[in-house]
C-alpha cells in the first residue's frame, strides 16, 4: 500500500508539474520572435537560436543523465528529482517578470543551462521511481498510465493558455513548478537508496568515530559514477538493451528536428500564432492522453510491448509525413490525429529497458537511454536547424 501511495504522489507531483509548464509551451515560439524578430512573420536567427540551445543542451544532458540515474540507484529518487524539480523554476520566473530583449536573452541563456541537468532527467528518475514500485507484469500498463498523466497535464496546462494572457501564463507556470516541488518535499516517499553509501545529516557517536572511513567511502562513490565504459557495457549486456538504444536515437533524432522546426514552418507558412499553436497542441495531447490511459492498459498485456512499440513508430512516420506535405492550414490538424498511437512508442521502449536489468541499476538504464536521447538531440540541430533556417516558405 506504502508503494502505491509513494506512485500516486509522484503522478500528482508529474502532472502539477508538466501542467505549469506546458501553458507557456504555446507562447515561447511568440515570445522568441518578438524579442529577435519583431514584427516579422519569419526569422532564421531565431530558428539558429533554438537550434543551438537544443544542441546544447543536447550535449550537457548526454553528460548529466547517466550521471543522475546512476546517483539516483545510489542515493534515492527523491533526492535527485528536487534537483531538476527546483531549477526548472528560475528560467519561467525570468519571463514571468517580464519578456523584452534583454529578459529574454537572461532566460535562454539560464534555460540552456538550467536545462542540461532538468531537459529529461525528471523524465528519467520518475520511470525509475515507477519501475522501483511496480511489478515487470504491470509496468508497460503503469508506464502508459504515467505518460497519459503526462500527456493529461499537457492538455489541461495548454488550454489554459488558450484562455489566458502571456504574462499570466508564465506567473501561474511559475506558481505551478514551486508547489509540485514544495509537494514532492513533503508527501512524496523515498523509493531508492543505498544504505552503505547513505549518511545521514544528523549522525549518532558511533558513526562519528567512524569518520575515518569517510575518504574511503567518498573514493567508493567516485569510483561507481558512470563513465562511458559503464554505458559500453550495459549496452552489450543484453542484445535487446542495444536495439532499444538504436531505436531511441533514431526516433528522438527526427523527433527533435520536427519539433525544433515546425512551429516556425507553420508561423511563416500559415501564420499561426500562439492560439493556433495551443489548439495544435490540445488535439495532440488528447489523442495521446486516450491512447495512454485507456488504450495501453488495455492492449499492453495482450499485445505486448514490441509489437505496441511498432505500431507507435508507424503512426509516428504518418504523423511526420503529413506535416511535411501541408498545403493547407487543417492539415496540421489532421496530422496531430495520428499522435493517438504514435505515443504509444515512449512507454513501451522504456519498459522494455526496463526488464533488461535488475532492480537496483533502474536509474543507470533509464539515464543511459536518456543520455542517447539527448545526443540524438544534439545531433538533430545540426542537419534539421540550416534546412529550415534557410527555407522560405509560401503562403497558403
Request: aromatic share 10%.
Amino acid at each position: 500500500m506504502e508503494k502505491k501511495s509513494g506512485v500516486s504522489h509522484l503522478f500528482i507531483t508529474i502532472f502539477v508539474h508538466c501542467f505549469s509548464t506546458s501553458m507557456v509551451a504555446p507562447a515561447i515560439t511568440d515570445v522568441t520572435m518578438s524579442a529577435v524578430c519583431p514584427g516579422r512573420d519569419e526569422c532564421s536567427l531565431a530558428i539558429y537560436l533554438s537550434g543551438f540551445q537544443q544542441a546544447i543542451i543536447g550535449l550537457g544532458t548526454l553528460v548529466m543523465m547517466p550521471l543522475v540515474g546512476n546517483l539516483s540507484d545510489k542515493y534515492g529518487r527523491k533526492a535527485l528529482l528536487t534537483v531538476p524539480i527546483t531549477l526548472s523554476i528560475i528560467p519561467l520566473a525570468i519571463l514571468a517578470y517580464s519578456r523584452s530583449r534583454n529578459f529574454f536573452y537572461a532566460y535562454y541563456v539560464l534555460r540552456t543551462l538550467t536545462a542540461m541537468v532538468c531537459e529529461g532527467s525528471i523524465h528519467c528518475l520518475s520511470l525509475a521511481y515507477v519501475a522501483d514500485n511496480v511489478p515487470p507484469g504491470r509496468r508497460a500498463s503503469v508506464f502508459g498510465i504515467f505518460s497519459g498523466i503526462v500527456s493529461g497535464a499537457f492538455v489541461c496546462g495548454t488550454i489554459s493558455a488558450r484562455f489566458i494572457s502571456t504574462s499570466a501564463a508564465f506567473q501561474a507556470a511559475t506558481a505551478g513548478s514551486i508547489i509540485s516541488a514544495v509537494y514532492m518535499r513533503i508527501f512524496l516517499p523515498e523509493s531508492v537508496r543505498d544504505e552503505d553509501l547513505y549518511t545521514p545529516i544528523l549522525s549518532s557517536k558511533a558513526e562519528i568515530s567512524a569518520s575515518c572511513e569517510e575518504s574511503t567511502k567518498k573514493l567508493q562513490v567516485f569510483k561507481r559514477l558512470p563513465s562511458i565504459d559503464d554505458m559500453v557495457h550495459l549496452l552489450k549486456s543484453s542484445p535487446t538493451f542495444s536495439q532499444a538504444a538504436i531505436v531511441a536515437f533514431l526516433s528522438n533524432l527526427a523527433d527533435a528536428g520536427l519539433q525544433g522546426s515546425m512551429m516556425y514552418y507553420l508561423k511563416a507558412k500559415f501564420h499561426f500564432n500562439k492560439n493556433q499553436f495551443a489548439d495544435l497542441m490540445v488535439i495532440a495531447g488528447i489523442a495521446g492522453t486516450i491512447s495512454q490511459l485507456i488504450m495501453m492498459p488495455v492492449l499492453a498485456p495482450t499485445v505486448g510491448e514490441a509489437r505496441l512499440l511498432s505500431f507507435g513508430l508507424l503512426f509516428g512516420c504518418v504523423h511526420m509525413f503529413l506535416y511535411s506535405v501541408a498545403w493547407s492550414s487543417w492539415v496540421p490538424y489532421a496530422a496531430a490525429v495520428f499522435s493517438i498511437l504514435s505515443v504509444f512508442s515512449h512507454p513501451c521502449l522504456r519498459t522494455i529497458v526496463s526488464k533488461q536489468v535488475a532492480s537496483n541499476e533502474q536509474g543507470k538504464a533509464q539515464g543511459c537511454i536518456s543520455g542517447i536521447c539527448s545526443f540524438a538531440n544534439l545531433v538533430s540541430p545540426l542537419a534539421f536547424s540550416p534546412l529550415t533556417g534557410d527555407c522560405r516558405f509560401s503562403s497558403a
